[in-house]
Nanobody, 121 residues
Framework: QLVESGGGWVQPGGSLRLSCAASGNFFENYAMGWFRQAPGKEREFVAT????????KYADSVKGRFTISRDNAEKMVWLQMSSLKPEDTAVYYC????????????????RGQGTQVTVSS
């Protein structure tokens, strides 16, 4: 089970840190990802991180502004978001996959319920 937290309202240019808490065993065997879905739009890939944190990948739209990280001992994944823009407004989802890190939502076996991020002035 994955539970996201840390969403909320922030002004453009601000920062937020999303958290994803995992329960169950063998968290260290899963690559983790963050996705988002804005109203009226399809869900899109944001970032992914490998089991050992060596490999990370970001969507071009967030590269240089967002950072994904994880702690296997704590079974946690984070998404640090900076220089937020109104177009970052969306529900953000955490997901886990037994496959190598993927940008494809369909490859993720476990998914959280999402946390809302709103960027506006």
């Amino acid at each position: 089970q994955l539970v996201e937290s840390g969403g909320g309202w922030v002004q453009p240019g601000g920062s937020l840190r999303l958290s994803c808490a995992a329960s169950g065993n063998f968290f260290e065997n899963y690559a983790m990802g963050w996705f988002r879905q804005a109203p009226g739009k399809e869900r899109e890939f944001v970032a992914t991180i490998s089991r050992n944190s060596i490999n990370v990948k970001y969507a071009d739209s967030v590269k240089g502004r967002f950072t994904i990280s994880r702690d296997n001992a704590e079974k946690m994944v984070w998404l640090q978001m900076s220089s937020l823009k109104p177009e970052d407004t969306a529900v953000y989802y955490c997901a886990a996959t037994i496959t190598p890190p993927s940008t494809n939502w369909e490859t993720y076996d476990d998914r959280g319920q999402g946390t809302q991020v709103t960027v506006s002035s």
